[in-house]
């Protein structure tokens, strides 16, 4: 930069950079979040809905372990 540059003049060089760069990281935030709800978001459900239904299968069967509905002739618990 030029030693005898003004003050006012880098003020706006400054500025006009900054300008560029929060333009730059709004872009890419605004990419970023199009990815997670295009791409993470799908696939965190889909793994959620899976990890539920094997869940509840534990669930019910530790609860039949817990409290058989129904107990075999002859024996008793």
Same mark, same amino acid.
């Given at each position: 930069?030029?030693?005898?540059?003004?003050?006012?003049? /880098?003020?706006?060089?400054?500025? !006009?950079?900054?300008?560029?760069?929060m333009s730059?990281?709004?872009?890419?935030? !605004?990419?970023?979040?199009?990815?997670?709800?295009?791409? &993470?978001?799908?696939?965190?459900?889909?793994?959620?809905? &899976?990890?539920?239904?094997?869940?509840?299968?534990?669930?019910?069967?530790?609860?039949?372990?817990?409290?058989? /509905?129904?107990?075999?002739?002859?024996? /008793?618990?």
């Amino acid at each position: 930069m030029n030693a005898y540059a003004s003050p006012h003049n /880098q003020q706006d060089n400054f500025g !006009r950079r900054l300008e560029e760069v929060m333009s730059s990281v709004e872009f890419e935030v !605004r990419h970023a979040v199009a990815y997670v709800d295009a791409e &993470i978001v799908p696939q965190v459900r889909r793994e959620a809905g &899976i990890l539920a239904r094997v869940l509840s299968g534990h669930l019910d069967r530790l609860a039949e372990k817990l409290h058989p /509905q129904s107990q075999p002739e002859g024996k /008793q618990g």
